[in-house]
């Protein structure tokens, strides 16, 4: 409805206009991109690391019917992050729109110093060095997705993402800055919806901690959020869908539905080791085992939250979507002095991720970090 609501807006600002969409091979991004091309605009660039994701794009928007793309519409494997980004956006530019996606968006990137500083580089960094990179150049739009797990963040990711919103709002003045915070996006790459059809692909069992209740959206639902917050926002406006408190989902019940629409009926298990062992007869008894457990990982939260108090909400501007704006008394100081001193930790040896927790836990006021010592790298 907010589209119907807004057609004649977003016609004006797409419409024949010019966009770069970094990211734009994952779930969200390739959404994104097929929402924009809905209003014709003139060029369209993607950028993204995975090369294989691109092919992907690409095949998927012409072949879709009735889709416009336009002569101008180019993508390259490249990381956000890579010296030949600039070559490119300064082949290209101007942009009226720009859009990153690109991102460390799992809770299971936080294992280590090493892993931690590779999400700060991408999450952080590289969104730092884009906005200084377009200032001068003033597009019409600029957008960078967030997460909910930003809003009182107790992950180092959900930290990462707040601390590039703070960043953004540092920008706002010079360039109109959006975000959006999301729910789980339904079987978006690497998520563990996607990763129920890959395990039954090799009969595999299922594992999921039964306790953990989210928020989905669809994925072109996810799209058309972000298009409305890269184009109707405003500077420092934060998006995100307005969701019932009793529309968040077990992933218990979600499995369960998962499993029994698949055909099989869903057996639980104990342990990760009764569900391998029960994996050999899914054939056989048409039972689906699920290794379900409680939530016993670093940084998760059992449940979905998009704001916080030190945030007013706007929930009347738009149909199915709030705004969220920092209150003037919480606006924060200077992020770009906490990115001054992750860059010069990062230079020192033997580091750890409690010296990141310390720096990001000064500057993030609503950061409480949960460490568990262990990742989801260790589950099954």
Same mark, same amino acid.
């Given at each position: 409805m907010d589209i119907k609501n807004n057609f004649h807006i977003l016609s004006n600002e797409i419409e024949n206009s010019a966009v770069l969409v970094i990211g734009g091979a994952g779930t @969200?991004? +390739?959404?994104?991109?097929?929402? @924009? /091309?809905?209003?014709?605009?003139? &060029?369209?660039?993607? *950028?993204?690391?995975? %090369?294989n994701g691109l092919t992907e794009l690409v095949r998927s928007v012409r072949s879709t019917p009735g889709l416009y793309v336009p002569a101008e519409f180019i993508t390259y494997p490249v990381s956000l992050g890579d010296k030949i980004f600039k070559k490119i956006y300064d082949y290209y530019k101007p942009f009226d729109i720009i859009a990153n996606f690109a991102?460390? &968006?799992? *809770?299971? =990137?936080? &294992?280590? @110093?090493? =892993?931690?500083e590779a999400m700060i580089e991408n999450n952080v960094f590289n969104a730092s060095r884009l906005l200084q990179l377009i200032e001068e150049d003033h597009p019409s739009h600029f957008f960078c997705v967030s997460t909910d797990k930003a809003a009182n963040p107790v992950n180092i990711m959900g930290a990462t993402k707040k601390l590039m919103e703070e960043v953004v709002i540092e920008y706002a003045a010079s360039i109109n800055c959006t975000t959006a915070r999301f729910a789980n996006v339904a079987f978006s790459n690497g998520s563990l919806l996607d990763g129920f059809i890959n395990r039954m692909m090799y009969k595999q069992p299922l594992s999921i901690p039964g306790d953990v209740k989210r928020y989905f959206v669809s994925p072109a639902e996810s799209g058309e959020i972000c298009m /409305?917050? +890269?184009?109707l926002g405003t500077p420092g406006d934060i998006f995100f869908p307005k969701l019932k408190e009793d529309e968040l989902t077990s992933f218990y019940d979600i499995t369960d539905r998962f499993i029994t629409q698949s055909g099989y009926t869903m057996e639980v298990c104990s342990t990760d080791a %009764?569900?391998?062992?029960?994996? /050999? /007869? @899914?054939?056989?008894?048409?039972?689906?085992?699920?290794?379900?457990?409680? =939530?016993?990982?670093?940084?998760?939260k059992l449940y979905e939250e998009f704001y916080t108090e030190t945030e007013s909400v706007d929930w009347e501007r738009f149909e199915s979507l709030a705004v969220a704006k920092t209150l003037e008394q919480n606006i924060p100081g200077n992020k770009l002095e906490a990115i001054k001193e992750l860059r010069e930790l990062f230079r020192e040896p033997g580091i750890s991720k409690s010296n990141v927790v310390d720096i990001l836990s000064r500057h993030i006021a609503t950061f409480e970090h949960i460490e568990k010592g262990i990742s989801l790298d260790r589950k099954m």
């Open positions: @969200i991004g +390739s959404n994104y991109i097929k929402s @924009i /091309l809905q209003f014709k605009p003139a &060029k369209v660039v993607v *950028v993204d690391t995975s %090369e991102a460390h &968006k799992h *809770v299971r =990137s936080e &294992k280590d @110093i090493f =892993s931690v /409305l917050a +890269s184009v %009764e569900a391998k062992e029960k994996s /050999l /007869l @899914i054939d056989k008894t048409k039972k689906y085992p699920v290794y379900v457990s409680d =939530s016993n990982t670093t940084g998760e």
